[in-house]
Protein backbone atom coordinates (compact mmCIF):
# COMPACT_ATOMS: atom_id res chain seq x y z
CA UNK A 1 0.00 0.00 0.00
CA UNK A 2 2.74 2.86 1.15
CA UNK A 3 4.53 2.11 -1.81
CA UNK A 4 1.37 2.80 -4.09
CA UNK A 5 0.20 5.56 -1.88
CA UNK A 6 1.50 8.35 -4.23
CA UNK A 7 -0.88 7.57 -7.06
CA UNK A 8 -4.10 8.00 -4.51
CA UNK A 9 -6.63 10.12 -5.35
CA UNK A 10 -9.23 12.45 -3.32
CA UNK A 11 -12.27 14.20 -4.37
CA UNK A 12 -11.41 17.79 -4.41
CA UNK A 13 -13.18 20.69 -6.05
CA UNK A 14 -15.41 18.44 -8.10
CA UNK A 15 -12.19 16.73 -9.56
CA UNK A 16 -10.25 13.33 -8.01
CA UNK A 17 -6.83 14.87 -7.23
CA UNK A 18 -3.80 12.90 -6.07
CA UNK A 19 -3.69 12.69 -2.29
CA UNK A 20 -1.25 15.93 -0.92
CA UNK A 21 1.96 15.42 0.51
CA UNK A 22 0.93 15.31 4.07
CA UNK A 23 -1.76 12.94 3.63
CA UNK A 24 1.26 10.20 1.61
CA UNK A 25 3.63 10.78 4.76
CA UNK A 26 1.21 10.06 7.27
CA UNK A 27 0.21 6.52 5.27
CA UNK A 28 3.65 5.85 4.83
CA UNK A 29 4.54 6.45 8.68
CA UNK A 30 1.69 4.37 9.17
CA UNK A 31 2.49 1.38 7.26
CA UNK A 32 5.61 1.29 8.65
CA UNK A 33 4.48 1.42 12.44
CA UNK A 34 2.57 -1.80 11.01
CA UNK A 35 5.19 -3.25 10.02
CA UNK A 36 7.31 -2.74 12.92
CA UNK A 37 4.61 -4.26 15.33
CA UNK A 38 4.38 -7.01 13.30
CA UNK A 39 7.98 -7.58 13.91
CA UNK A 40 7.86 -7.31 17.22
CA UNK A 41 4.91 -9.56 17.31
CA UNK A 42 6.73 -12.25 15.07
CA UNK A 43 9.18 -12.22 16.85
CA UNK A 44 7.31 -12.58 20.40
CA UNK A 45 5.42 -15.91 18.91
CA UNK A 46 8.42 -17.27 17.00
CA UNK A 47 10.43 -17.00 20.70
CA UNK A 48 7.62 -18.19 22.78
CA UNK A 49 6.48 -21.06 20.66
CA UNK A 50 10.01 -22.41 20.70
CA UNK A 51 10.03 -21.93 23.94
CA UNK A 52 7.62 -24.66 24.10
CA UNK A 53 9.05 -27.22 21.55
CA UNK A 54 6.73 -25.76 18.48
CA UNK A 55 8.47 -27.24 15.46
CA UNK A 56 8.66 -24.88 12.13
CA UNK A 57 7.34 -26.98 8.44
CA UNK A 58 10.90 -27.67 7.78
CA UNK A 59 11.02 -29.34 11.08
CA UNK A 60 13.18 -27.21 12.69
CA UNK A 61 13.14 -26.62 16.40
CA UNK A 62 16.21 -25.29 18.22
CA UNK A 63 17.57 -26.83 21.63
CA UNK A 64 15.61 -25.45 24.99
CA UNK A 65 16.80 -25.47 28.37
CA UNK A 66 13.03 -24.89 29.63
CA UNK A 67 9.81 -26.82 29.35
CA UNK A 68 6.95 -24.53 30.02
CA UNK A 69 3.69 -26.81 30.17
CA UNK A 70 1.15 -23.56 27.46
CA UNK A 71 2.18 -20.45 25.63
CA UNK A 72 0.96 -18.38 28.79
CA UNK A 73 2.96 -20.02 31.41
CA UNK A 74 6.31 -19.68 28.49
CA UNK A 75 4.98 -15.76 28.27
CA UNK A 76 4.99 -15.17 31.83
CA UNK A 77 8.50 -16.97 32.11
CA UNK A 78 9.81 -14.41 29.42
CA UNK A 79 7.60 -11.22 31.02
CA UNK A 80 9.35 -12.37 34.87
CA UNK A 81 6.93 -10.28 36.43
CA UNK A 82 6.73 -7.77 33.89
CA UNK A 83 3.46 -5.99 32.41
CA UNK A 84 5.07 -6.59 28.90
CA UNK A 85 8.23 -7.99 26.67
CA UNK A 86 9.90 -4.82 24.90
CA UNK A 87 11.10 -6.73 22.02
CA UNK A 88 12.72 -3.87 20.60
CA UNK A 89 15.52 -3.79 23.53
CA UNK A 90 17.84 -5.98 21.77
CA UNK A 91 20.38 -7.03 24.22
CA UNK A 92 17.40 -8.05 26.64
CA UNK A 93 15.86 -10.23 23.92
CA UNK A 94 19.59 -11.83 23.40
CA UNK A 95 19.77 -12.71 26.74
CA UNK A 96 16.59 -14.05 27.49
CA UNK A 97 17.25 -16.27 24.02
CA UNK A 98 20.54 -17.11 25.92
CA UNK A 99 18.86 -18.43 28.99
CA UNK A 100 16.12 -20.70 27.15
CA UNK A 101 17.62 -21.72 24.01
CA UNK A 102 20.96 -23.56 23.16
CA UNK A 103 23.98 -20.77 22.53
CA UNK A 104 20.89 -18.28 22.51
CA UNK A 105 19.90 -19.19 18.61
CA UNK A 106 17.64 -18.74 16.27
CA UNK A 107 17.86 -15.49 17.84
CA UNK A 108 20.77 -14.31 19.28
CA UNK A 109 23.20 -14.07 16.33
CA UNK A 110 20.22 -13.08 13.57
CA UNK A 111 19.30 -10.09 15.89
CA UNK A 112 22.93 -9.20 16.85
CA UNK A 113 24.01 -8.97 13.11
CA UNK A 114 20.85 -7.07 12.34
CA UNK A 115 20.79 -4.88 15.75
CA UNK A 116 22.54 -1.73 14.14
CA UNK A 117 19.43 -1.74 11.62
CA UNK A 118 17.13 -2.66 14.01
CA UNK A 119 17.69 0.21 16.20
CA UNK A 120 17.47 2.36 13.52
CA UNK A 121 13.75 0.63 12.92
CA UNK A 122 13.43 1.30 16.49
CA UNK A 123 14.89 5.18 16.08
CA UNK A 124 11.89 5.67 13.26
CA UNK A 125 9.21 3.89 15.20
CA UNK A 126 9.66 6.46 18.26
CA UNK A 127 9.85 9.61 15.71
CA UNK A 128 6.40 8.89 14.32
CA UNK A 129 5.34 7.56 18.13
CA UNK A 130 6.72 10.21 19.88
CA UNK A 131 6.94 14.04 19.13
CA UNK A 132 9.83 14.69 21.91
CA UNK A 133 13.08 16.26 21.16
CA UNK A 134 15.08 13.28 21.78
CA UNK A 135 13.05 11.23 19.38
CA UNK A 136 13.50 13.98 16.79
CA UNK A 137 17.21 14.34 17.41
CA UNK A 138 17.49 10.88 17.32
CA UNK A 139 15.43 10.43 13.76
CA UNK A 140 17.73 13.52 12.78
CA UNK A 141 20.55 11.67 13.49
CA UNK A 142 19.66 8.67 11.34
CA UNK A 143 18.98 11.19 8.29
CA UNK A 144 22.20 12.24 8.26
CA UNK A 145 23.70 8.98 8.84
CA UNK A 146 21.52 7.38 5.86
CA UNK A 147 21.30 10.56 3.36
CA UNK A 148 23.88 12.50 4.32
CA UNK A 149 22.30 16.16 5.01
CA UNK A 150 19.00 17.07 6.55
CA UNK A 151 16.90 18.18 4.10
CA UNK A 152 14.28 20.76 5.18
CA UNK A 153 10.82 20.27 6.48
CA UNK A 154 12.03 15.82 6.43
CA UNK A 155 9.46 13.69 8.42
CA UNK A 156 9.69 9.93 8.58
CA UNK A 157 7.27 9.46 5.94
CA UNK A 158 9.39 11.35 3.30
CA UNK A 159 12.12 9.48 4.67
CA UNK A 160 10.74 6.28 4.31
CA UNK A 161 9.73 6.61 0.54
CA UNK A 162 13.68 8.68 -0.01
CA UNK A 163 15.58 5.57 -2.88
CA UNK A 164 18.22 4.03 -1.57
CA UNK A 165 21.41 5.45 -3.33
CA UNK A 166 22.86 1.97 -4.17
CA UNK A 167 20.31 0.45 -5.86
CA UNK A 168 17.97 3.64 -6.59
CA UNK A 169 15.36 1.04 -7.41
CA UNK A 170 14.56 0.45 -3.87
CA UNK A 171 12.86 2.62 -1.10
CA UNK A 172 14.29 2.92 2.53
CA UNK A 173 10.99 1.44 3.53
CA UNK A 174 10.74 -1.26 1.06
CA UNK A 175 14.63 -1.99 2.46
CA UNK A 176 12.96 -2.28 5.93
CA UNK A 177 10.41 -4.59 4.96
CA UNK A 178 12.62 -6.58 2.97
CA UNK A 179 15.31 -6.83 6.47
CA UNK A 180 12.63 -7.84 8.16
CA UNK A 181 11.25 -10.83 5.75
CA UNK A 182 14.97 -12.44 5.76
CA UNK A 183 15.23 -11.64 9.61
CA UNK A 184 12.39 -13.66 9.98
CA UNK A 185 13.00 -16.30 7.67
CA UNK A 186 16.52 -16.77 9.25
CA UNK A 187 14.70 -17.01 12.46
CA UNK A 188 12.18 -19.83 11.44
CA UNK A 189 14.61 -21.66 8.85
Known sequence: MANNASTL?????????LIPKSKLYLIVELSFLQLFTSWEQFLEEAFIRYMCGNITSRGYSPKRFVQ???????????????????????????????LYFEK??????TLRN????????????????????????R?????????????????????????IPSSNTRTILQEYGNLLLALGNRIVR
Open 9 to 17: REPRNNAYR
Open 68 to 98: PRTLEHALDMVMQGRPYVDWTKLEEVITKAE
Open 104 to 109: GEPFAN
Open 114 to 137: ASAHLEDMKTLRNRIAHRSKHSEA
Open 139 to 163: FQALVRQRIGHNPRGIVPGKFLLKR
